[in-house]
């Protein structure tokens, strides 16, 4: 299989929130299904650092290392006794122009470009992870304090259904949606002590989403991250 794209993700915050299934049915690419945990479907804020970005193993000058912030919610393919559990993006925001052209033109995903920048401090027994993105010249944030340690994800867990979708999907038009993979270990975790969101989902991922300026998520996560690659290959259905 041909590598499109590798990268380090680094310091996942995932902010997940409880939301009517009804909300996500029209975002839904045409052959998935939503994804259910315990008979509830999620909404997921993210924050990371993007960073060493190679296409076909060839540095991006310039822009290889950045912020991601995206909302997204989970999904999942049956193909006769084969599930695919991935996830659909509502929007994800970089702060460079040509790497959301790039991926909106290969993906046909919904990039943004913003101003974004983080801040990460670590002292001896806790990390304070924050990332933030400009709207209309407000700055929106997410950040964690939470401990150093850590901690391998349950099997069967709320952590485990969060993290581990593998596929992405999107939109090709009304009639055909496109299916990609994502590449990356079981990802360890550190306990979230403190969290703090700053985010008008209103006016940046618009009225459908209005709900969670009132909705306090059900969990805060925060995963250490690693070397991930994107594979080349492209399915159409």
């Given at each position: 299989?041909?590598?499109f794209l590798t990268a380090k993700w680094q310091n996942l915050i995932?902010?997940?929130y409880e939301i009517e299934p009804n909300v996500l049915l029209p975002y839904l690419p045409k052959g998935v299904?939503?994804?259910?945990?315990l008979g509830k479907t999620y909404v997921s804020l993210v924050g990371f650092l993007f960073k060493d970005t190679k296409i076909f193993k060839?540095?991006?000058p310039f822009f290889g290392t950045f912020e991601e912030v995206n909302l997204r919610f989970y999904v999942v393919r049956k193909q006769g006794d084969?599930?695919?559990r991935g996830v659909v993006f509502i929007n994800e925001t970089v702060p460079n122009q040509a790497v959301?052209?790039?991926a909106n033109k290969l993906y046909k995903e919904h990039y943004v470009a913003v101003p974004t920048r983080r801040l990460w401090k670590y002292e001896s027994s806790k990390k304070e992870i924050t990332y933030s993105w400009q709207v209309n010249k407000r700055w929106n944030s997410i950040s964690?304090?939470?401990?150093?340690?850590?901690h391998k994800i349950k099997t069967g867990s709320i952590e485990e259904f969060i993290f581990e979708h593998y596929f992405g999907y999107t939109k090709a038009d009304e009639k055909t949606s496109i299916e990609y993979k994502i590449n990356h270990p079981s990802w360890e975790i550190n306990q979230v002590k403190n969290y703090a969101i700053d985010c008008d989902f209103a006016e940046f991922y618009g009225n459908d989403f209005k709900v969670l300026n009132f909705t306090k998520p059900q969990t805060v996560m925060l995963a250490e991250g690693s070397d991930i690659s994107v594979d080349w290959k492209r399915y159409k259905f």
């Open positions: 299989m041909i590598t995932m902010a997940n299904e939503l994804d259910f945990y060839f540095p991006v084969l599930e695919k959301a052209m790039v964690v304090e939470a401990g150093l340690d850590k």
